[in-house]
C-alpha cells in the first residue's frame, strides 16, 4: 500500500506495530517513514499523528488496515458484519461535516502467510491460494493483495472525492452468490 501511494508522489508515514518491516520499506522509498504506533492505545496514535503533521504540516489520506483472522464465537456472521460496517458508516456521518470521506474495503481471502498460518503450518502457501480460487465465485483469475491496494488507492485519490460511506467489495463476485455475506450486507444500515 505505502509502496503504491510513494511512487505516485505521496509522502507517506507508516504507523504500524512492526518495525522490522516498516523500516525495511524506509529504506527502499525514501519519501517513506515509519513509526511505531499499537492502535489499541490512544497515545500510540496521536504520536503517529503529530509525526505526520510535524513532518508534513497535515494528513491528507489515512488507511487503517489490519490483516486478522480472529475466530468467531458466540457471534452470528450477519450479526458481526453488521455491527462492523455500522462503526464504519457511523464514523462516516460523524466526519462528513468536516469534508472527511470514510470509505471501507471488504476484501475476499488473499493467500497470504497470515491465511497459511491459520489454515495450519503444514498447509503451503499454494495450496492455500488453490483453496481460494476454489472458494472464489470468478473463475480464471484470482485476488491478489495488488486488487486490494488498487481499490484503497483510488478512494485515496481524487477521482473518488464525492465518494463517501462506501463499502467497495473486492470480492469477485462472492457476496453475491454466499448466502450468509449477501444477508449480512442487506442488514447493514445505509
Not at 114 to 120: F, K, R, S, V
Request: proline share 2%.
Amino acid at each position: 500500500m505505502a509502496k503504491l501511494f510513494a511512487t505516485h508522489g505521496a509522502k507517506v508515514i507508516i504507523a504500524d506495530i512492526q518495525d522490522e518491516r516498516g523500516h525495511s520499506i524506509c529504506k527502499e522509498f525514501p519519501t517513506i517513514s515509519y513509526v511505531h504506533c499499537d492502535v489499541t492505545k490512544e497515545s500510540d496514535i496521536e504520536n503517529a499523528i503529530n509525526d505526520v503533521i510535524s513532518k508534513h504540516g497535515k494528513l491528507d489520506i489515512m488507511f487503517n488496515n489490519a490483516e486478522i483472522i480472529m475466530p468467531v464465537q458466540n457471534t452470528s456472521a450477519l450479526e458481526l458484519e453488521k455491527r462492523h460496517f455500522e462503526k464504519v458508516f457511523d464514523l462516516c456521518l460523524e466526519l462528513g461535516e468536516y469534508g472527511i470521506r470514510v470509505n471501507c474495503v471488504s476484501p475476499f481471502l488473499i493467500s497470504t502467510p497470515l491465511l497459511g498460518d491459520a489454515m495450519g503450518s503444514v498447509v503451503a502457501e499454494e495450496a492455500v491460494a488453490e483453496w481460494v480460487a476454489a472458494a472464489a465465485n470468478l473463475k480464471g483469475t484470482v485476488a491478489e493483495t495488488d486488487d486490494i491496494v488498487e481499490a484503497v488507492f483510488f478512494l485515496g485519490s481524487d477521482e473518488s472525492k464525492y465518494m463517501s460511506g462506501l463499502n467497495m467489495v473486492v470480492d469477485g463476485g462472492y457476496s453475491k452468490v454466499n448466502l450468509m455475506i449477501t444477508m449480512a450486507m442487506r442488514g447493514v444500515r445505509f
